[in-house]
């Protein structure tokens, strides 16, 4: 019997790079998605995203999963905080 709460690890590391390949349409960044770390900070010194760009990835991740991100929700400082939280945000979240 399958535990159907927990993704796979290949299909968490397929939402990250899927994820990763989102902000970089989304915000034009000329990086490969393999070259964003999984852990590193998205903003300032990791992919040195600011909030103007958080914000378009976030209404991009909204469209695309059928998320609610709240721009005043607590919880953004750490969903953004890198491509993991963000992919695991998604993860448990997504509605499609």
């Not at 690890?9 to 393999?34: K, R, Y």
């Not at 852990?39 to 059928?66: C, H, N, Q, T, W």
């Amino acid at each position: 019997m399958q535990d159907n709460h927990k993704p796979p690890v290949s299909s968490t590391a397929e939402l990250q790079h899927e994820v990763a390949e989102l902000m970089i349409e989304c915000l034009n960044l000329e990086v490969a998605a393999d070259q964003i770390s999984a852990d590193a900070p998205l903003y300032g010194e990791g992919l040195g995203l600011d909030s103007i760009d958080v914000l378009e990835v976030a209404l991009m991740v909204s469209k695309r999963y059928g998320l609610q991100l709240r721009a005043d929700s607590a919880d953004n400082q750490h969903i953004f905080s890198s491509l993991r939280s963000l992919a695991d945000y998604i993860a448990t979240q997504r509605t499609r």
